[in-house]
């Protein structure tokens, strides 16, 4: 987290405390059972709000469908809140996605339940009463998290913050949508402008991970290898069917990677990181990485999103950014890119259903949920 206070994160929370109380005011007390929990200050309602997911799980909270169309409206308000014009428009359409997925699936997949893509299955819950001095929002479903941690009417955490596409880029009438065609474009022509020597330290693997590396960890830790697709799940699955659909889709994007055990060590999360950092790039390359950082941090509010800007353009914090890449360079074929510092991990990877399913998150290993903020909080509040 840039360590300089900002007004934005105190309009931000001022945002979110009002429109995720306009909501909770319009539920039933059916409704607020699924969509209130205790503060993040009480042990049990922390470790849930450190529980997310990106796969089509119960993540937990109200979800849309059960909402009338006036709560699912403040909803998305809250929703927006956290993020940018962007950023919220980008969202929307992955919750749109789920549509398309459920054709180009040919209506069969289930997951369980009903219906099994479903834009109606996004999870809204609120930790804590907003405006308390310590509360909590998150917003999930397939392909989307949002957690969000307000300490003393500041706005402290925007992070883990995952979105992804899936389809990656479906035809349109006349054209096509391609919803973080931008992250995954800009990330390739930054890596194309790396010279031989720039390449050697910037190349992970010449094969892609099937997946992010950091998985849905609450915590980044040194040695991190990628979480298998059976660990992304709340749970185990009664019907031992989807449990097979689970172990299926697994194996078969192993054997697309061609992943060993050592492949997997080779790209793994570490300290100090991999890749090539910014302090060996040419100004045109430092301008590059500013540019993908900021299509990352430009998923915040306006205000925060600028002052991300801002602790980018730090060159000295720059110098710490490292980029790697993993797979082909070849705009349609698998591949995986990752950004790491000590305050930003960026990670990408566009490798599934035939490098048209894409993942991208967006974390703060010193920062993510907030978890240092809250710590220097208890202890305050200790004494």
């Known amino acids: 987290m840039p360590p300089a206070p900002a007004p934005g994160r105190e309009s931000a ?173 800009q990330a390739r022509q930054l890596a194309q402008t790396l010279k031989a020597p720039q390449w050697d330290q910037a190349l992970l693997h010449p094969s892609a991970v099937s997946d992010i590396v950091s998985g849905n960890r609450p915590r980044i830790r040194h040695g991190d290898t990628m979480m298998h697709m059976q660990d992304l799940w709340r749970g185990s699955f009664a019907d031992p069917a989807l449990t097979r659909l689970v172990d299926d889709i697994d194996r078969r994007a192993e054997a697309g990677s061609g992943y060993t055990e050592d492949d997997h060590a080779r790209v793994a999360i570490t300290v100090p990181p991999k890749g090539i950092s910014g302090r060996n790039l040419d100004e045109e390359q430092r301008r590059g990485l500013r540019r993908l950082l900021s299509l990352y941090t430009g998923r915040a509010p306006q205000d925060l999103a600028e002052e991300y800007s801002g602790h980018y353009a730090c060159d000295r914090v720059l110098d710490e950014v490292h980029f790697s890449w993993a797979g082909s360079l070849e705009a349609g074929e698998p591949h995986y890119y990752r950004l790491h510092g000590p305050d930003v991990l960026i990670e990408y990877d566009n490798t599934q259903r035939h490098a048209n399913h894409a993942h991208s998150v967006w974390r703060d290993p010193a920062c993510d949920f907030g978890l240092d903020v809250l710590a220097e909080h208890r202890a305050r509040s200790a004494h």
Request: proline share 5%.
């Open 13 to 185: 929370a001022a945002a979110m405390t009002h429109a995720a109380a306009t909501w909770l005011g319009t539920l039933s007390q059916e409704q607020r059972y699924f969509a209130l929990f205790d503060s993040p200050l009480d042990p049990e309602a922390e470790a849930e709000r450190l529980r997310w997911f990106y796969t089509p799980t119960n993540h937990g909270g109200l979800a849309v469908r059960e909402q009338s169309a006036y709560q699912q409206s403040l909803a998305m308000q809250l929703v927006a809140t956290g993020l940018s014009e962007a950023g919220y428009a980008t969202v929307a359409t992955v919750m749109g996605l789920e549509n398309v997925l459920d054709q180009v699936e040919g209506w069969r997949i289930t997951w369980g339940r009903e219906r099994g893509r479903d834009p109606g299955l996004y999870w809204l819950r609120i930790f804590g009463q907003p405006g308390d001095p310590v509360w909590a929002w998150r917003f999930g479903g397939h392909h989307i998290s949002l957690n969000n941690l307000i300490v003393a009417d500041r706005l402290v955490s925007t992070t883990p913050c995952f979105i992804g596409a899936d389809p990656a880029k479906t035809a349109l009438l006349g054209g096509s949508l391609n919803t973080l065609g931008g992250i995954e474009d």
